[in-house]
C-alpha cells in the first residue's frame, strides 16, 4: 500500500521544479516541450467536449497541482473554482498564478483531498491524476464525502491512471525521467467504476484519453483514462 507520508514528500518536491519546467509541467509531469504541447491540446479537446458550457458553473477541483485545469475552468467561464491541493508549495504557486492572472472567481484551499469539508454542492466535480496517489485507505475516506459535493444534476469526471488488465503499483521507485522516488496505483477500468458504484456514483460514460498506438502511451501497464460519474446513473 502507497506510503501518504512518500507520496506527499513527492509532489512537496515538484514545487521546487518551479522556474526548470514550464508551469503546466509541474504537476502534469510531463518535461518534454513538444510532448507537452501536444498532451494539453488533445486532453483539452476532450475533456472539454464532455463537459456542458461551464459559464456560471461552480467547480470544485480535487488534487488541483498548481491550478493547470483550475484556470481553464475559469477562462471558459466558470463563475466559481475552488482548487483543493495539499502540497503547500503548489498551492502557493497556484495562488501566484491566480493572481498574476486577477482570476477572482479562482480559490486555492489547502487540505488533501479525503479532508476537506464544505457545505457546499458543486456542479462540476473534477479529479485528475489524485486517485493514483492514494492509497485504498485514503480513496475510501474521499468517496464517503464526495457525492454530498456534487449537485444531483452535476457531473463528476476523473482523468486518472488506469492499469490494464491488472490493477499495478509502483512503490517508491526512483524516476529517472523525474529524478525523484515515484509512487503510484493504478486500479483497473472495472474497480474504478465499482468503487464509485458502491458510493452512489455511475459511470455514464469512459474511455482512454489517447487511441492504441499515440505516443502519450508511453507504458505497456497502464492507460490514462476519462471517466464521467452521474448520481442518477444517467447521462
Not at 82 to 91: K, P
Request: aromatic share 10%; with cysteine.
Amino acid at each position: 500500500m502507497l506510503d501518504p507520508v512518500k507520496v506527499r514528500h513527492f509532489w512537496e518536491g515538484r514545487a521546487a521544479t518551479l522556474g526548470q519546467v514550464a508551469f503546466e509541467s509541474i504537476a502534469n509531469l510531463e518535461q518534454d516541450p513538444d510532448n507537452l504541447r501536444l498532451k494539453i491540446d488533445e486532453e483539452s479537446r476532450k475533456v472539454f467536449a464532455w463537459l456542458p458550457a461551464l459559464e456560471g458553473l461552480r467547480v470544485l477541483d480535487l488534487g488541483a497541482g498548481v491550478g493547470q485545469w483550475t484556470f481553464r475552468f475559469a477562462q471558459r467561464g466558470a463563475r466559481e473554482v475552488v482548487a483543493v491541493e495539499y502540497a503547500h508549495g503548489l498551492v502557493e504557486i497556484g495562488r501566484a498564478e491566480a493572481r498574476r492572472r486577477a482570476a477572482g472567481g479562482v480559490r486555492f484551499v489547502e487540505s488533501a483531498a479525503e479532508a476537506y469539508q464544505t457545505d457546499r454542492a458543486f456542479d462540476l466535480i473534477f479529479i485528475s491524476g489524485l486517485f493514483v496517489y492514494l492509497n485504498d485507505d485514503q480513496a475510501r475516506a474521499l468517496l464517503q464525502r464526495l457525492p454530498a459535493w456534487l449537485r444531483s444534476d452535476g457531473m463528476l469526471l476523473v482523468r486518472d491512471g488506469t492499469g490494464l488488465g491488472e490493477r499495478y503499483e509502483i512503490n517508491d521507485r526512483h524516476s529517472e525521467h523525474l529524478g525523484q522516488n515515484y509512487s503510484a496505483t493504478y486500479r483497473t477500468r472495472e474497480q474504478y467504476i465499482d468503487m464509485m458504484a458502491a458510493h452512489g456514483l455511475h459511470c455514464v460514460r469512459d474511455e482512454n484519453m489517447f487511441a492504441e498506438g499515440h505516443p502519450l502511451n508511453k507504458y505497456p501497464q497502464t492507460r490514462l483514462r476519462l471517466y464521467a460519474f452521474s448520481r442518477r446513473g444517467q447521462g
